[in-house]
């Protein structure tokens, strides 16, 4: 059974790591992307090779399976309204993700080369020498991919496109993105300034809201644990 207090920081975390980010679902139309850069040397990818999409804040990440097609986990609000294959195999809107981020609903997903890298520029196994590890040999890799195709739970912090593509390629799953984030919040939540800060932020509240349980508490015990984790 699920700790109450710790699936809703959990919650909070993933909604401040969404808003951090904001501006990696927000870039342009899909048209004023791939207008950037709308072609891809396909030849030089081989089947089980992880491919990375750089954006502002985040990288997106996914496994070549060959034939230029690439295995990615996208969250997707539509997969929750509908079963219609037609509608949801379209190119996903940042509308789409954004609620499917909020939904925490996804799917691993097969898109081209193109469709994928949404008109940035691709890594190849970058990976491989950022976190230092060996990977699977190429077809497993691929293989591995293939068979989590389909639905999944998605989550920024637990569940993104790093841990499915890292699963494949190492056999283990990770993200070092949202690693660094929680090391981030844990820096901010040491801060003595952000324990004042969200005292005065409580006060702010109670004066302009109003004595009241849903301002009192949250004003009390937010700098108390603030407090007490720093």
Known sequence: MK???LEALSQLLEKLLLISNF?????????EDKARNSYYEI???????VLEVPRTHLTHYGIYLGDNRVAHMMPDILLALT?????TQKVV?????????IGRIASIRVDTVEDFAYGADILVNHLDKSLKKKALLNEEVAQRAEKLLGLTPYSLLWNNCEHFVTYCRFGTSISPQADKFCENVKIIIRDERSVLASAVLGLASIVYLGLASYTTLPAIFIP?????AG
């Not at 030849?43 to 090779?49: N, P, T, W, Y």
């Not at 079963?83 to 509608?87: L, Y």
């Not at 108390?224 to 007490?228: E, N, R, V, Y």
């Open 3 to 5: 700790n109450p207090m």
């Open 23 to 31: 501006k990696l679902f927000s870039s342009g139309t899909p048209d």
């Open 43 to 49: 030849s030089s990818f081989l089947r089980g090779d």
């Open 83 to 87: 079963k219609d294959k037609g509608r």
């Open 93 to 101: 809107s940042n509308k789409r993700l954004i609620l499917g981020v």
């Open 224 to 228: 108390f644990f603030l407090w007490m």
